[in-house]
Each structure stands twice: as C-alpha cells, then as structure tokens.
C-alpha cells in the first residue's frame, strides 16, 4: 500500500505528514510525500519544519522536495493533499481513472472544524507546532483505519 502526501512547496506540511505517518504505518505500507510546484526542488524541508519534527523525535531532515509527476497517479494508492488548491491541482492533473485515490487530508476527520491544513509557511514555530499537531491527530485515524483494512484483507485471502 503506497501513501503520497502532496501540498505546495513540499517543504513543510507535506515533508512533516510523510514523516509522521511513518512513524504510525507498519513495514508494508510506503509513504512519500510531493509537491504541486518545483519551486524548491530537490531542497531539504524548511528548517522550521525539520526542527518541530526533531523537537517531537522525528527526523525529516534529509527528505528533499520533488514536484508530482504523472507516474505518481499509477504508482500511488492513496493521495492526501493539504488544502483545498493542492486537491484542485492535483485533481486536474490527474487521469480519470486515478481520480478516485485522491482526497483533502483533513477531510471527514470526525469534527466539523477545518478541512485544511494550513500553509505556515509564512508564519513562525507556533504555527509549525500547529500544523504538526493536526497532521499527527489525522495521521493516527487514518494510520489505524489503513491497518485494520490492510489486516482484514491478508486475513481473506
Ligand atoms: P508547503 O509550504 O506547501 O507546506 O511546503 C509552502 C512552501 C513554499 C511556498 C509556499 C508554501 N512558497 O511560496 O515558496
């Protein structure tokens, strides 16, 4: 099972979800994560972003940003994007068959609340720490849901 998480830049919300739900997903689940611009490819996550991960025992650190490429819409199972623009982008990209794997990652998360993650991008550390706190709330839902499911299916066959 292949998890890609995608926002913008791939320097900071989506670098902290791939690690995040590494830490949450067993050994046959592959998680990586994109961006919907090149802008900062090939670059190291935003320092800001590698510090809240460490400050929680996390090393993001030598991830480095890549836009997403079509191959990813084959490649990937299941496709979480930040916001709604990245869901917009990434949706156009998409061929038609692989339109399904795609959803908003904050989306049905239990509350009526926000249905994106925010870009704290142009914030300080408080809004780093936010964001890692509403990526590792949804990580463990969707974390737990994806292993139940992964568990039932080796179980029938
Ligand atoms: P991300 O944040 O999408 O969470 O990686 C951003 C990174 C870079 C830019 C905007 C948001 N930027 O404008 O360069």
Request: proline share 4%; glycine share 6%.
């Amino acid at each position: 099972m292949k998890i890609l998480m995608v926002c913008l830049g791939n320097i900071c919300r989506s670098p902290l979800a791939e690690g995040i739900m590494k830490t949450k997903l067993s050994g046959e689940f592959f998680v990586d994560s994109a961006g919907t611009i090149s802008m900062h490819e090939g670059e190291h996550p935003d320092k800001r972003a590698v510090k809240t991960a460490s400050h929680h025992g996390i090393d993001i650190s030598k991830q480095q940003s890549r836009p997403i490429t079509n191959s990813d819409f084959e490649n990937f199972d299941l496709i979480y994007c930040m916001d709604r623009k990245v869901y917009q982008d990434v949706m156009s990209k998409a061929p038609y068959e692989q339109k399904q794997k795609i959803s908003l990652f904050l989306e049905a998360n239990g509350s009526n609340s926000d249905t994106e993650v925010p870009d704290p991008y142009w914030g300080d550390m408080k809004d780093f720490e936010h964001v890692f706190q509403l990526l590792d709330n949804r990580c463990n839902t969707i974390a737990q849901q994806l292993m139940t499911e992964f568990s039932a299916i080796k179980n029938s066959k």
